[in-house]
């Protein structure tokens, strides 16, 4: 989930686009990036509160949601901790923060799964760690969130970090993150009041980038940004168009 992205890229100061950038030799193939996810899940299991409180109610919530993407049967855990955020990695590891269950309702919570499981189905952090920028933003993200996770102050220097902050950090370029929105959005619709649904990726971007901005340092580095506006008014807009009433 990413209302961060763009200001990481600013930090960077590196360009929006990844397609015009070459890649670099191959950084790993991608059954390397799902083992390193499958690592770096178990070490950000193993640092995090992990709570079972909220169980049920995910129970409910994942209900009609695709179980195995691209082969990775999605493993769903929640952390206690007041950022609201969700992550997902390549090997279907996906991460829920307690604040973003207290805070959104069940279809908001839901659209923001279906944004996380296409990250994984759209298999984009092996495009993004593929490119320069994969490489740059991960460093960047690795130096500025590092410490303040808790996780030690990563260089980026190898697979297993990148894997680690780009998930994190949702360090999605702006293009990435709007095709999730829209796997997200089209997932939904199809659903018995579609329209509702889907609109409730808006209401999620929403309720994230404002109430976001609470007293962690995350959400005061990453809390609100424009591009959220950009992407809600995706949403809507191919709500809109989808003619789902
Ligand atoms: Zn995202």
């Known amino acids: 989930m990413s209302v961060k992205t763009a200001f990481l890229i600013a930090a960077a100061a590196l360009p929006l686009t990844l397609s015009g950038c070459g890649s670099m030799e191959s950084l790993g193939s991608e059954q390397d990036i799902i083992a390193s996810a499958a690592q770096s899940c178990q070490k950000l299991d193993a640092k995090s509160q992990i709570t079972t409180r909220y169980d049920a109610r995910m129970r409910v919530i994942r209900q009609g949601l695709p179980e195995v993407v691209n082969g990775q ?34 279809d908001e919570v839901r659209a923001v799964l279906g ?10 952090s092996v495009q993004q760690y593929r490119t320069n ?19 030690g102050g990563g260089t980026g220097s190898d697979l297993l970090e990148r894997v680690t902050y780009s998930a ?8 990435l993150e709007t095709e999730a929105d829209n796997y997200s959005v089209d997932l939904l619709l199809h659903e018995k009041n579609g329209r509702q649904k889907a609109l409730a990726m808006a209401s999620a971007l929403r309720k994230i980038s404002t109430e976001g901005q609470g007293s962690t340092m995350l ?5 609100d940004h424009p591009d959220t506006a950009d992407r809600i008014k995706n949403v809507e807009d191919r709500v ?5 009433k």
């Open 73 to 106: 049967t999605l493993n769903y855990k929640v952390y206690q901790t007041k950022d609201m955020n969700a992550f997902a990695m390549p090997n279907g590891c996906v991460r829920v923060y307690s604040a973003l269950l207290d805070r959104l309702n069940n």
């Open 115 to 124: 944004h996380e499981i296409g990250h994984v189905a759209l298999r984009h």
């Open 219 to 223: 959400q005061k580095m990453f809390g």
């Open 133 to 151: 920028n994969g490489v740059a933003l991960g460093m960047s993200a690795a130096n500025a969130i590092g410490s303040a996770l808790g996780l």
């Open 168 to 175: 994190i950090s949702a360090q999605y370029s702006q293009r």
């Open 240 to 244: 809109k168009a989808s003619g789902i």
